[in-house]
């Protein structure tokens, strides 16, 4: 809103060399939390989060309704108001809201200064569904001064799809009482252009009347804008060449400059001429003290001509840091039409962040993540933010980071690359969490430079690549499948692991890791088997796999492992149940593969048949066996109220010299189904009294069980 008091012309000039800001990168985990308090919290910090979110660089649509959402709630109100005047074009999604919330806060001056003015930065793309409702408050004369001249000024902003407020606007113009309204009035006619053509007359007549070389720079405008009459605009421009280089610059002469630049920009070829003198005359200016605010206002012109380059490019040449600064900042106020300018700005920008100074830095990684890469090389951008992640600063860190997440139009692959190949994301655990959020939002995009990263020699890496894959949620099973295809046997190994990591999620990736349970490497083949034990039940097409696995393949602890996934698969495992009762009375099999099969068969459960639990029970009564503790507890889970051989055996046990047996006794007996009484005396006397006191604690286990 326009400060009151101040007049219009005046208002409309401060600030014309303010810096650019280029707007804080929040994380959308940050902006969730803005929402939260937006919403939820007390007054106080829900003001300050409707602040922290006008100064967002790319608000999300969450973060935006929100804004809107608090239009109504008379608390925050102004400044929700205020962050949207502030957000702009970033925040259109509160459009609507804005424009209902106009008309029914009619008369409220605390908000409608702020809504005309965010109404009238989004600009004309958004001019048919706005300008009538600006329109209302500019013809409103029982509203403040304030509040129509802002008005006024968002109509010309909103171009020529305002050109129904013209009748408004030239009323305004001639008969408003206040000077500054009807100045107003005038600039908003200029900026709806061509179609207020019949303003010509006022706008010629306040020209000539315009004290104030401000005043007349923004009526020049204006007449150029609406009847393409240039030469009021060069006339100004020309006796602004006159001025001593070294005349002792004043502020209000730099924003008097500043303003010139700016019109020159908009004369497009009528200025070409003159822009370039302006140009190279502002560097004489730009070795004194102001240097800093010429440079900001060259950025403003907004055309990358080769001598703004060149004035930005000597401004990062100066010893002042400040100036420096501002040089990055003019940089980023460029929109070159040129490929090549665009390319020469991307490396001047790259160049900035190696400044000893660390405002500079900063500067440049800002400017840098604000690139849009649709018409900006990704190349230099990417590569120099990848440098600053190299930094042994911290904040520097996080900087880069949002940087890179905020830059539009980046290659997936070379954002990916440029961070987990950065060991010292290593040494930071709060950076390397926020690398892995910015890798996990490129999806599955970012899928081959992580799978390639599982193989790197260095550990950080490894572990930022592993964590990053797992992030990717819904797109890490296929992501992965194609690491089980890698030529590198360390990556397969990986990647089966991660799978087994996502648990049943990865049920899409079974189909793979069965295939994996063949491959050349035993390792490959243990963790692909320790997948699909994960997986659960939903890993039953690998049933046939992981059987033969268990049964023939020459490495024991692939045999085991494939064998414990079987009863992790639980009955839909049943089929697998002889082969399991073959391993567990195999001789010459490994005692932890027999171990695990005795296992396996306990898990897959009841029903079983009397074969099953004769083969458990001669298994538990194997003197000395290592598989006994795990055959005899697969015998209690297997068997009934009506075996009573077995639950026999079981107590026996239980009452035995080993300790590890007694133990697997107890839990045995306390999973059979619908035990004897007498099971339960056996189990209350060794809760009591055993001597050993894992024994007890299982005897104690099993009595609960049954209760």
């Given amino acids: 809103m326009t400060p009151r008091g101040r007049p219009v012309l005046t208002a409309l000039m401060a600030g014309a060399l303010a810096l650019l800001a280029v707007g804080t990168a ?21 003001e300050r989060a409707a602040r922290a979110i006008g100064r967002l660089a790319r608000p999300s649509a969450a973060t935006v309704r929100a804004l809107a959402e608090s239009l109504t709630d008379g608390l925050v109100q102004h400044d929700a108001a205020r962050a949207l005047a502030a957000l702009g074009p970033r925040a259109a999604g509160a459009r609507d809201a804005a424009v209902d919330a106009l008309r029914a806060g009619a008369g409220k001056p605390v908000i409608t200064g702020e809504l005309v003015t965010f109404l009238g930065r989004l600009g004309p793309d958004h001019a ?21 001249r802002d008005a006024c000024i968002a109509l010309g902003e909103l171009g020529p799809g305002a050109r129904g407020a013209v009748p408004s606007l030239l009323a305004i113009a001639r008969d408003a009482e206040d000077e500054d309204l009807r100045a107003a009035a005038l600039i908003g006619l200029g900026g709806i252009g061509p179609d207020a053509a019949e303003a010509e007359p006022l706008l010629r007549e306040a020209f000539a009347a315009a004290e104030g070389q401000r005043a ?46 700016q019109l020159a920009g908009s004369l497009e070829t009528d200025g070409g001429e003159l822009v370039a003198i302006l140009v190279a005359d502002s560097w004489k200016w730009g070795a004194a003290e102001h240097a800093d605010g010429i440079l900001g206002a060259l950025g ?59 405002a500079v830095r900063r500067a440049a990684v800002d400017a840098l993540g604000a690139l849009d890469l649709a018409t900006f090389p990704a190349a230099p951008t990417v590569a120099a933010l990848a440098k600053v992640l190299g930094s042994d600063r911290h904040g520097e860190r ?32 709060f950076v390397t969490g926020e690398a892995r959020k910015v890798i996990a939002a490129r999806g599955s995009a970012a899928g081959p430079v992580l799978i390639d990263a599982l193989g790197s020699d260095r550990d950080a890496v490894r572990a930022l690549a592993a964590d990053a894959l797992l992030a990717l949620e819904r797109d890490a099973p296929a992501v992965l499948v194609t690491g ?9 190994r990986q990647a089966a692991a991660l799978l087994g990591r996502l648990g049943p999620e990865a049920a899409s990736a079974v189909g793979a890791l069965a295939e994996a349970l063949v491959a050349a490497a035993p390792a490959v083949r243990q963790a692909a088997a320790d997948a699909l034990a994960r997986v659960g039940p939903a890993a039953e097409p690998a049933v046939a796999r992981l059987e033969n696995a268990a049964a023939t393949d020459e490495t024991a602890k692939v045999a085991t492992a494939a064998a414990r996934a079987l009863g992790a698969l639980g009955e839909v495992a049943r089929p697998a149940t002889p082969t399991l009762l073959a391993i567990l009375a195999r001789d010459a099999a490994d005692m932890a593969t027999r171990s695990a099969a005795a296992e396996a068969i306990g898990r897959i459960g009841r029903p079983a048949d009397a074969a099953t639990i004769a083969a458990l ?10 598989f006994a503790p795990a055959a005899t507890l697969a015998l209690g889970r297997v068997s009934g109220k009506r075996d009573g051989k ?62």
């Avoid at 969730?32 to 919403?39: D, F, G, T, Y």
């Avoid at 089980?484 to 397969?492: C, E, H, I, S």
């Fill in 646 to 707: 077995a639950i026999a055996s079981l107590r026996k046990t239980l009452r035995g010299e080993d300790a590890a047996l007694r133990a697997a006794a107890a839990e045995a007996l306390g999973a059979v189904d619908r035990p004897p009484s007498a099971v339960k005396r056996d189990l209350e006397q060794a809760a009591a009294n055993d001597d050993d006191a894992a024994v007890r604690k299982a005897a104690a286990a099993a009595l609960r069980a049954i209760d």
């Fill in 26 to 46: 929040a994380r959308a985990d940050d902006q969730a939390e803005l929402v939260r308090k937006l919403r939820t919290a007390p007054f106080e910090e829900r």
């Fill in 484 to 492: 089980l295809d890698d030529a590198r046997p360390a990556v397969q």
């Fill in 128 to 148: 048919d569904a706005v300008w009538a409702a600006v329109r209302d408050v500019a013809d409103d004369e029982e509203l403040s001064r304030f509040d129509r």
């Fill in 216 to 261: 007349r720079i923004r009526l020049a405008e204006a007449l150029h804008r609406t009847t393409g009459d240039a030469e009021p605009a060069l006339a100004i421009l020309r006796k602004l060449l006159k001025l001593r280089p070294d005349r002792p610059i004043v502020g209000g002469t730099i924003t008097t400059y500043a303003m010139a630049l």
């Fill in 398 to 429: 996080l900087r880069a980071l949002a940087a890179l997440a905020g830059l539009e139009g980046a290659p997936a692959d070379a954002v990916t690359r440029a961070i987990v190949d950065n060991a010292a994301l290593g040494d930071d655990a």
């Fill in 300 to 358: 403003r012109i907004g055309d990358a001509r080769a001598a703004v380059l060149d004035r930005c490019e000597e401004g990062l040449a100066s010893d002042r840091e400040r100036t420096r600064v501002a040089a990055v900042i003019a940089l980023a106020r460029l929109t070159p039409s040129d490929a090549a300018d665009r390319s020469r700005v991307a490396r001047t920008l790259a160049g900035a962040v190696d400044d000893d100074a660390r």
């Fill in 617 to 626: 029970l001669a298994a538990s009564e194997t003197q000395g066996a290592a």
